[in-house]
Structures are given as C-alpha cells and as structure tokens.
C-alpha cells in the first residue's frame, strides 16, 4: 500500500495542491500568463474530468504522473464535477470563455460532443503515433463517422465479481473461462441464501450490452441503440427473469439519483456476484479482502463469451490554443512508458495492448490475466449511441415495470423506443 510520504511526493511531482484536503486547481484561471491562450494556464494543460471523491483524485493524478514519466516536460491540471454532473455540465464547460483543453469520457461516448472536439487522425499521423497499438474495439468506440476524437487510456472490459468465500460455503466451484449461461444461474441458485442473493443487477444499458456483447451481438449501430433486435430482448429478459423467475436477484427499483445499488449490495456481501467494469475491482478488494474478490468472464450461452469494452478516453477541444502540445500531453499519458506506470497503483486495464504485461504483473493473478485478455482481445465492437445518456435514463425509468410484473419486457422496450422518437 502506498504510504502517506509517497503519496504526497506523487502530488508535488504532478503539479497539484492539496490545502486541507480539497484539491486547488482553478480551471476557470486559464487566461493565465500565457496572455490568454484557451485551455492553458501558463504552460499548464487544464484538462476537465470527473472529480467525485479521493479515488477519483488519486486516479487522474495517477495518469498525469505516468504522463510525466514518459515525458517530463508534460504539465496537466484537473478538475470537475462527480460523475453524475460531469457529461450535463461538460457542453457548457467546451463553449464557455474559459474551457479546458483536455477532456475525458467514459464508455466511449464521445458522440454527443463531437462538435466541441477536435479530430486526432491528422494529429496522429503527423506525430507518427501507431494507432494499432490500441484496443481496436476501444478506438471503434471512441470514432464517430470514421473520425477518431479521443485516444484510449482505460480498456474498461465489464466482468463478474464473484466472492470466493461464498462460493466455497455454497459449494461451488469458481467460474471457468468458459462458463455458460446455465452455468452462471446455477452458481447464483446455489449461493441464494441466508437473505443474500446470488446476483446483483445493475441499471440501465450496460448490463443488456454486456450480456449482448458476451454472445457476439451489438448493442447498437450507426442508427441508435438495437431495440428491435431479438437479443435485446432476450438480454432484458434474462435479468428480470433471473429476479422473478430464478429468485437469484432483488428486482430492481425505482432508482434514487447517485445511486448504484447493485456495487452497494456486491461491496457489502449482500451479493455473491456482479456485473461490472474492472474499475470496480479495487473498492470492492477493500470492502471485501484481496485476496476474497475473483473476477470471470460474462457467461454466454455456448460458452465462448466475447467481451463489452466500455472504457475511458482523452480528447482535445477545439478551442485549445495549443493543439500540438494537447495532444503531446494525451500520447504520453496513453504511452506504453505511461500506462505501465499507472499500472503500479491502478487496478483499471489499460488501453493499449503492450501495458497487458505490466498490468499483470502488477495485480498479482494470472488468473484475473487470462480473463482481461480474453474480454479485450476478443471483444464486441459496438458504437456508442448519441443518445445513450437518453437511453440509459429511459431505460432505468421503466425497467422496474418489468421487474414489478407491471408490463412485459417487450412492453419496456416499446416505452423506451417512444422516449427515444420525441
């Protein structure tokens, strides 16, 4: 564990303070000494992200110092809102008269932002920065009619987190690399007991394309999310029934904003499993143990699961005034130098394919290594819709109804669909 000492020295090393404990970065003081120049404050890149908590600070300042590794001269602040704010808030950030010249999104969904955004390809050939480096699922994910607009820092594969102790009392033998459906439910039957389920289920989207992805089907096209499409039916279907069919899973609730009850339920052993990106890997070891947490592929139903890369990505606003130096900054923090440093400290899988070495040896488990590879380098490529913010908020709207026994799945996707259309 990092200590307190270390800690603070990757602080000063970074360029951010610290005064009693809140974070002094000052994104509105671009117009530094610089005489103006938008999205730098003196020869400092500012760069607006989501800013929630002490992770969430420690992480960005973990990608800006293995960015100074690979380059010492590169110089990045940050700050933003929590996650919940940060992609209502960010349209306004990229118009206004101080905006940042970094941004970061989530899950690919870039989309919805293109027109503040500057296109990498050029960049990218002119710099001479080999793309093929990179996930090719994360790059498809971050490309809008074929023009690249952030480069890939974070793979982000979703996986079950399983916990190991309830699986031994139950008698169940961990997940295997090729675990089917079946499979999957028949471990959540068996560790369903004592007022904790087998299951955890999440809100919204991501579920419904992982499951998806896991059997080789996109979630969405160039069109918009795949609502007609058999298997997101199936999908949907599949996780109410594992609440009111299976008895597995508490069936999903009105939402109350912020909240992610199926990480609370995983984090607090009220659940054997869940269905999550990797990056929640860390908070629950600490929850849980390290050494008690396990993570497996997303079963499929032949068990050949494939995997639903939603990862996270830097891009450069149009506004920028220094567009080269951004982008020098986005390379090096996204380099094998860099990745592999924030490897040390992040539990995250990185973006390019070269740092899966280091990630490894980072983690500790060949057995956490062998299913990232096979979720990121047999991947599903989706897009990422424009309207998924629409998608996910409708979605978590009226699923409940489905779970409740008050309409139908295919019910559900017809409201979704109308929500859409207006």
Same mark, same amino acid.
């Given at each position: 564990m990092q200590t307190q000492t270390n800690g603070a020295r990757r602080w000063r090393r970074v360029g951010v303070t610290t005064t009693a404990g809140a974070l002094v970065l000052g994104l509105a003081a671009c117009s530094g000494a610089d005489g103006g120049a938008s999205g730098l404050d003196g020869d400092t890149l500012t760069m607006y992200t989501w800013v929630g908590g002490k992770a969430d600070k420690q992480q960005w300042a973990d990608y800006i110092a293995g960015g100074v590794h690979a380059d010492p001269s590169m110089s990045v602040s940050f700050s933003g809102p929590p996650i919940g704010d940060y992609y209502t808030k960010l349209p306004t950030v990229m118009r206004s008269s101080s905006a940042p010249c970094l941004v970061t999104f989530q899950?690919?969904?870039?989309?919805p932002y293109v027109e503040g955004l500057e296109p990498l390809d050029e960049l990218a050939k002119e710099n001479k920065l080999d793309l093929s480096a990179y996930s090719s699922a994360m790059l498809e994910q971050l490309r809008v009619d074929g023009e690249l607009y952030a480069l890939p820092f974070n793979a982000g594969p979703t996986v079950i987190l399983y916990n190991k102790q309830m699986f031994k009392d139950a008698g169940v033998a961990e997940p295997s690399n090729d675990w089917t459906t079946d499979d999957f439910i028949a471990a959540a039957k068996a560790t369903t007991k004592d007022g904790v389920y087998g299951f955890a289920i999440g809100q919204g989207s991501n579920p419904i394309s992982t499951l998806m992805a896991a059997d080789g089907h996109p979630y969405a096209d160039e069109?918009? &999310?795949? /609502? !007609? !499409? &058999? $298997?997101?039916?199936? $999908?949907?279907? /599949?996780?109410? !029934?594992? %609440?009111?069919?299976?008895?597995?899973?508490? &069936? /999903?609730? $009105?939402? $109350?904003?912020?909240?992610?009850?199926?990480? !609370? %339920?995983?984090?607090?052993? =009220?659940?054997?499993?869940?269905?999550?990106? /990797?990056?929640?890997? =860390?908070h629950a070891q600490e929850s849980l143990g390290k050494d008690n947490v396990g993570i497996a592929v997303i079963p499929s139903a032949n068990g050949q699961s494939k995997g639903f890369i939603g990862g996270s990505g830097f891009g450069i606003t149009k506004t920028c005034g220094d567009k080269q130096k951004a982008f020098e900054a986005i390379t090096a923090m996204t380099s094998k130098a860099g990745l592999d440093e924030v490897t040390k400290s992040q539990a995250s899988v990185p973006a390019r394919l070269d740092s899966l070495d280091a990630w490894s040896a980072n983690v500790g488990s060949p057995e956490f290594t062998e299913v990232i590879r096979q979720m990121t380098g047999d991947a599903t490529p989706s897009p990422v819709p424009a309207n998924q913010s629409q998608l996910d908020t409708l979605l978590t709207q009226y699923e409940v109804e489905a779970f409740s026994g008050q309409r139908t799945v295919a019910e559900v996707l017809e409201q979704v669909k109308a929500g859409l259309a207006q």
């Open positions: 899950n690919g969904r870039v989309n069109n918009g &999310p795949l /609502l !007609d !499409d &058999p $298997a997101f039916h199936d $999908a949907l279907q /599949l996780l109410v !029934d594992l %609440a009111t069919v299976h008895k597995v899973a508490k &069936p /999903l609730e $009105a939402a $109350a904003g912020g909240t992610f009850p199926d990480i !609370d %339920a995983f984090n607090t052993g =009220q659940s054997a499993m869940e269905m999550q990106g /990797l990056w929640d890997l =860390q």
